[in-house]
């Protein structure tokens, strides 16, 4: 029809990564065994990280644990959750500090890259993963608790909830936690509005590609890890190895994507089976946040679509990092 074929021009991406894509070159086989397992290998050390990472922050920042709290408390009163400079800039330095120390041990991919590659990469990618980690919240943000909320994102474990779960006693059912639930993201937050826009749009896009899919945040996050931005990539004199695993997970992503299997890796830990290997959704897309709506129709693209609209977003996660750090009102 007339409207999907807008529809799919609106999503239609120039696609820079090679012709890993491309069907002729590269047949979609059936995703393998080994693959599934090196899936959960990638969620099970992206979990790593990110338990290690809080008891960094921990160890670094003694209120990090009421800090976190505060988030849902101030939600629970109605109120914006405010912002303090400061406290980012600390919080900022603490997890790159770790990231740096810590990567190559956690993710083999960085052992593969020279020390200085790693590095330019990592300051460059860190920034755009929290972006990552918000647009999934922002996609979940139809559940009903916060608690649900974070059992559908990756970047947040069970780990962590355990932690803090002195501090949070009695928030258990507090609603979801939106971006404008924030007072760092709410209107008007930026010198132009069409940051803002392009912001939202950004976080509404990749929040609705992954917010169902554990697997697929743990592929992209691997992806998204490892694609600075085209100006950083050009000083490395094309390296050979980033290039080599920046194909090797675009690849994987789209099958992934062609081929998905019954099985659905959930938070409990556990591989379930799904009948017909889509991925249930707890709630209707009524009760997400405004930010949602901007994606509209996504959910219809292909796979090959929508792997494409993933690689381009890469670009827009890193413009978001500039966004917030160079071009907001609250500096």
């Known amino acids: 029809s007339k409207c999907e074929e807008t529809k799919k021009e609106k999503y239609e991406i120039p ?12 047949p979609v086989m059936s995703f393998t065994f080994e693959e599934e397992f090196q899936v959960v290998d990638y969620i099970v050390r992206i979990e790593q990280y990110q338990n290690r990472r809080f008891d960094f922050f921990c160890t670094n920042f003694h209120q990090y644990r009421e800090l976190t709290a505060a988030f849902v408390a101030c939600t629970h009163t109605g109120r914006k959750i405010p912002f303090n400079k400061q406290i980012e800039k600390n919080l900022y330095a603490i997890g790159v ?31 755009a993963l929290y972006v990552v980690m918000w647009a999934i919240l922002e996609g979940n943000t139809r559940e009903k608790t916060w608690m649900d909320q974070h059992m559908k994102t990756l970047h947040i474990t069970k780990e ?43 976080v509404s896009l990749v929040g609705r590609l992954l917010r169902d899919d554990i697997q697929l945040q743990a592929l992209y996050h691997m992806f998204v890890m490892m694609c600075p931005l085209h100006r950083v990539e050009n000083t490395m004199q094309a390296d050979q190895a980033l290039a080599e695993l920046q194909v090797k997970l ?24 799904n009948s017909g290997g889509t991925r249930a959704s707890s709630r209707s897309d009524e009760t997400s946040s405004s930010i949602m709506k901007m994606s509209e129709g996504v959910d219809d693209l292909n796979p090959d679509e929508k792997t494409r609209l993933l690689i381009s977003l890469v670009d827009d996660l890193h413009d978001c990092v500039d966004i917030m750090q ?5 500096g």
């Open 250 to 273: 675009s690849q994987l992503i789209y099958r992934y994507l062609s081929t998905k299997s019954d099985l659905n890796y959930t938070k409990c830990g556990n591989l379930s089976e």
């Open 160 to 202: 962590n909830h355990a932690a803090i779960k002195d501090n949070i006693r009695g928030l258990e059912n507090v609603r979801s936690i939106s971006l404008k639930d924030q007072e760092r993201f709410t209107s008007p937050w930026t010198v132009e509005m069409a940051d803002e826009e392009k912001f939202e749009r950004t």
């Open 97 to 127: 500090e770790f990231t740096k120390q810590s990567c190559k041990e956690i993710y083999k991919e960085m052992g593969m890259l020279s020390s200085d590659v790693r590095r330019q990469v990592l300051n460059c990618t860190y920034p």
């Open 15 to 26: 696609y820079a990564t090679g012709h890993a894509l491309n069907k002729s070159v590269l």
């Open 326 to 330: 160079n071009r907001s009102l609250l």
